[in-house]
């Protein structure tokens, strides 16, 4: 008897369900009276469902049956005083302004009577647009129950209502009684800032933070004013804010540590050597003290000229007499073991060193980075099989991470290198559904060289030279590899290679700060090969070429824009958009 209760029970609810589901359907494709006569079967189950009673007062509402709408709201106003405001936006239908006025006023009044029903009231003036009464209705509760914290949903509405001021304002007061949300606030700012910090939401925002300094001493507020100075670029001044956090709350560096981190992947190289340098001198901790000192070698070698070579080595020979050769130096080792190989091209005592580093008690993920930069080396000495062994160690060792996925694409670009491009284009066809987006993208890219131009030519001359280049590059033969290049752009014109030959050599010449003939390449490919596939690229990079290098930010600007209106489905949009409207001065991002 029990269990037929139970099954009776599921059955109703199931269809009671199926009610609801139905009814919100019709309701949505604007079938009115379909839905109405579904509501009021819900309603009548269960009148003190009040979502059911209002959508049965809109269908009322949407066939313009107004007396009927006033009616059921008036029954149940005294269980709900939130439909005050819905009588009174009937009467607003009904053109009588005196009684919406008096039925919005009774539901302000309403709170002063129980003001828990303040959030239901100004959720109701929200459905209506009536923006000021819910702001109305949002402040006084926080004013008769302090405990109350209506700030998000004022900082919506006055975001709304395009009061910037109000709206950062409230989303700080938020954030004071609930720190946790930080990053949601965060997230809720980008939408208004943007890189120009002479923006005047910026302006609003900082000005905002510094009086909050000035009046409370909560760290809060100077984490906010440094991630404002980082996304305005100013390294500089969110340093000093992240010292002055470290000062009164010296357990982590943390905060600066990742300050250091974000300007060096900025190419603000002498912010983040300043930061690094700080860690050093104020670090206790030896490995963090290794790692600022390792990162410092790092964008001295990424910046370093041959003459510059010996005193590096020095230096990176002291770092591992200071803190040895043991399992946690192992990312100074590979970094030391780079520098021999491609600056000082020492590539066999490189190798030597790896080796010698494979014999520490390693976990399997740090062994497999010394084997990939050891393959790496390998593939620069044009060692491709003994490489081809590493990499697919790698894979074995740890299957389907990202560093076997990346071993992966290397074994179909050691395989590419070596001209055996069917074998190449199957490894690559598994790797576009990487779970590293960065990786997918290599090997999609890699896949449609080779399957655009195998067929092309029998003898596969061109692509043949396309991967010297490649391979020249690798190695740091710049040169060498334009000059390739120059072949295929001469004998091979008619071949589909050559707005890629034409993109990879103006990649080479910006390397080699040959700006304004990497700009004529570019030049060449939007005009001529503007239907193929990298004409976007070249918009992009030649906008950067322009603005960055060449002083003519006009021009930028122009091609930016043609990204945005004839690319839209470029990966290169969003951020060509945001460099546009910076250009362009935009006030908000």
């Known amino acids: 008897m029990?269990?037929?209760?139970?099954?009776?029970?599921?059955?109703?609810?199931?269809?009671?369900?199926?009610?609801?589901?139905?009814?919100?359907?019709?309701?949505?494709?604007g079938a009115f009276e379909k839905a109405q006569i579904l509501y009021k079967k819900l309603y009548e189950k269960n009148p003190t469902n009040y979502i059911h009673l209002i959508q049965l007062v809109k269908t009322h509402q949407q066939l313009e049956q107004?007396?009927?709408?006033?009616?059921?709201?008036?029954?149940?106003?005294?269980n709900y005083p939130a439909l005050l405001v819905e009588l009174g936006y009937n009467y607003q239908l009904k053109n009588d302004v005196e009684n919406k006025n008096l039925n919005y006023n009774k539901a302000l009044e309403a709170i002063d009577l129980d003001v828990n029903t303040a959030?239901?009231?100004?959720r109701a003036f929200e459905e209506h647009s009536l923006l000021d009464q819910a702001i109305i209705t949002y402040e006084k509760a926080m004013q008769l129950k302090p405990e109350y914290n209506f700030n998000v949903q004022l900082a919506r509405i006055y975001g709304e209502q395009g009061d910037v001021n109000k709206m950062f304002f409230s989303y700080v007061n938020f954030i004071e009684?609930?720190?946790?949300?930080?990053?949601?606030?965060?997230?809720?700012?980008?939408?208004?800032?943007s890189e120009d910090k002479n923006n005047p939401n910026n302006i609003i925002l900082k000005k905002i933070l510094l009086k909050k300094i000035q009046e409370t001493p909560d760290l809060l507020y100077n984490n906010l004013l440094s991630w404002l100075f980082i996304q305005q670029k100013e390294y500089y001044k969110a340093f000093s804010q992240e010292k002055a956090i470290f000062k009164r709350n010296p357990e982590s560096l943390s905060g600066i540590e990742n300050l250091a981190l974000m300007a060096t992947n900025e190419n603000q190289d002498a912010i983040a050597i300043e930061i690094f340098e700080y860690i050093i001198e104020t670090a206790q901790d030896p490995e963090i003290t290794l790692k600022a000192e390792s990162n410092i070698l790092k964008i001295e070698t990424k910046n370093a000229e041959p003459k510059d070579y010996t005193d590096l080595n020095?230096?990176?020979?002291?770092?591992?007499?200071?803190?040895?050769?043991?399992?946690?130096?192992?990312?100074?080792?590979?970094?030391?073991?780079h520098f021999l190989a491609f600056h000082l091209n020492e590539t066999t005592p490189a190798i030597?060193?790896?080796?010698?580093?494979?014999?520490?008690?390693?976990?399997?993920?740090?062994?497999?980075?010394?084997?990939?930069?050891?393959?790496?080396?390998?593939?620069?000495?044009?060692?491709?099989?003994?490489?081809?062994?590493?990499?697919?160690?790698?894979?074995?060792?740890l299957?389907?991470?990202?560093?076997?996925?990346?071993?992966?694409?290397?074994?179909?670009?050691?395989?590419?290198?070596?001209?055996?491009?069917?074998?190449?284009?199957?490894?690559?066809?598994?790797?576009?559904?990487?779970?590293?987006?960065?990786?997918?993208?290599?090997?999609?890219?890699?896949?449609?060289?080779?399957?655009?131009?195998?067929?092309e030519d029998s003898t596969q001359t061109a692509l043949k030279l396309y991967a010297k280049a490649d391979l020249y590059a690798f190695q740091n033969k710049t040169q060498e590899a334009i000059s390739i290049l120059d072949q295929i752009l001469e004998a091979h014109k008619t071949e589909t290679i050559v707005d890629q030959a034409l993109y990879q050599q103006a990649q080479l010449l910006v390397r080699k700060k040959e700006y304004q003939k990497a700009a004529d390449n570019y030049k060449r490919i939007i005009k001529d090969y503007k239907e193929e596939i990298l004409a976007d690229d070249a918009l992009f990079y030649l906008a950067k070429l322009y603005n960055d290098h060449l002083a003519q930010p006009e021009k930028a600007k122009e091609l930016y824009e043609q990204i945005i209106f004839n690319h839209q489905d470029s990966i290169y949009f969003i951020e060509a958009r945001k460099n546009?409207?910076?250009l362009r001065g935009d006030a908000i991002n």
């Open 119 to 122: 959030y239901s009231i100004a």
């Open 177 to 193: 009684s609930n720190p946790n949300y930080v990053n949601t606030i965060k997230r809720a700012f980008n939408e208004f800032i």
């Open 314 to 337: 020095k230096k990176y020979l002291s770092l591992l007499e200071t803190y040895g050769t043991f399992p946690n130096t192992i990312e100074l080792q590979i970094a030391y073991a």
């Open 66 to 78: 107004l007396e009927e709408a006033q009616e059921l709201l008036q029954t149940s106003i005294i």
């Open 399 to 455: 299957k389907n991470s990202t560093i076997s996925q990346e071993a992966r694409f290397k074994v179909a670009k050691t395989s590419y290198y070596k001209g055996d491009f069917k074998w190449a284009e199957s490894q690559l066809k598994i790797l576009k559904s990487s779970t590293s987006q960065l990786i997918a993208n290599d090997a999609l890219d890699l896949k449609l060289l080779i399957s655009d131009n195998k067929y």
């Open 580 to 582: 546009y409207r910076m």
């Open 352 to 397: 030597h060193f790896l080796k010698e580093s494979l014999k520490q008690q390693l976990t399997t993920y740090q062994a497999s980075e010394v084997k990939l930069e050891l393959a790496d080396i390998l593939v620069f000495q044009e060692k491709f099989n003994e490489a081809l062994i590493y990499y697919t160690q790698i894979q074995r060792s």
């Open 2 to 29: 029990k269990f037929l209760y139970i099954l009776c029970f599921l059955f109703s609810f199931h269809a009671f369900a199926q009610e609801d589901l139905l009814a919100k359907e019709y309701f949505k494709n």
